[in-house]
């Protein structure tokens, strides 16, 4: 199907830990940006990407890993997970021309670092 | 940095009410802004996105206003009714087409 998937839409996972969080989108948009969702903080941005093997940082990048080797694709990696990354991550996707077209999300992985 | 922050953080009409969301932004360098819905243990859906050179726009029982030069967003529903009931997001697309996101307003529509 058309759309943005992100996968799993849980996790449950243990301090020290790493796990990947996929995203797939199947427009061809070149912008993707993982976003993490908590009480009293809002959506903020971990990473984005601007094409396929260009990435950056955003406003909580640390403790994260991003790779883009196809345009498709946008995964998400928590080397050595902490409690403090218990959270819900949302990826999203726009075309180059977001100003016109706005963004689209997926819908999102509940992650819990027990 | 852009601060974006909507007002109130909850709130809560009878049903076929007229009411109206307030989103303010600190940074008016802004390309777009953009309305979303939130249900709970959802994702975001979009609702309506305004161009910086727009004033408003509308979709269906929704419009939206932005005044650039105020920092200032509004979302208006009419009529409400209980499926309306959602956390609703407003974000500004600035540099490098980085969403900045507000806290959200929790609606509840009562029967």
């Known amino acids: 199907d058309a759309g943005i998937t992100q996968s799993p839409r849980y996790k449950i996972t243990e301090t020290g830990r790493q796990v990947t969080l996929m995203c797939h989108q199947t427009w061809s948009h070149s912008y993707m940006f993982w976003y993490r969702q908590d009480l009293g903080h809002g959506l903020r941005l971990i990473y984005y990407?601007?094409?396929?093997?260009?990435?950056d940082k955003g406003e909580v990048p640390d403790g994260y890993v991003v790779s883009r080797s196809k345009t498709e694709n946008f995964p998400l990696t928590l080397e050595s997970a902490t409690r403090s990354q218990t959270s819900v991550y949302f990826c999203?996707?726009?075309?180059?021309?977001?100003?016109?077209?706005?963004?689209?999300f997926g819908s999102g992985t509940r992650l819990t670092v027990v | 940095k852009q601060e974006v922050t909507q007002i109130p953080a909850a709130l809560s009409v009878p049903e076929g009410e007229n009411l109206v969301l307030n989103c303010s932004f600190t940074d008016s360098a802004i390309y777009n802004l953009q309305w979303f819905r939130q249900d709970p243990g959802k994702g975001l859906t979009s609702l309506l996105l305004?161009?910086?050179?727009?004033r408003e726009q509308t979709s269906g029982r929704l419009n939206a206003s932005l005044d650039k030069s105020s920092g200032r967003s509004t979302l208006y529903i009419a009529a409400s009714q209980p499926g309306d009931s959602a956390t609703y997001l407003c974000?500004?697309?600035?540099?490098?087409?980085?969403?900045?996101f507000g806290t959200g307003t929790q609606l509840k529509v009562e029967l």
């Open positions: 999203a996707s726009s075309n180059e021309r977001a100003g016109a077209y706005g963004y689209t």
């Open positions: 305004i161009q910086s050179s727009q």
């Open positions: 990407s601007a094409a396929a093997d260009i990435t």
């Open positions: 974000a500004t697309t600035g540099g490098g087409n980085k969403l900045t």
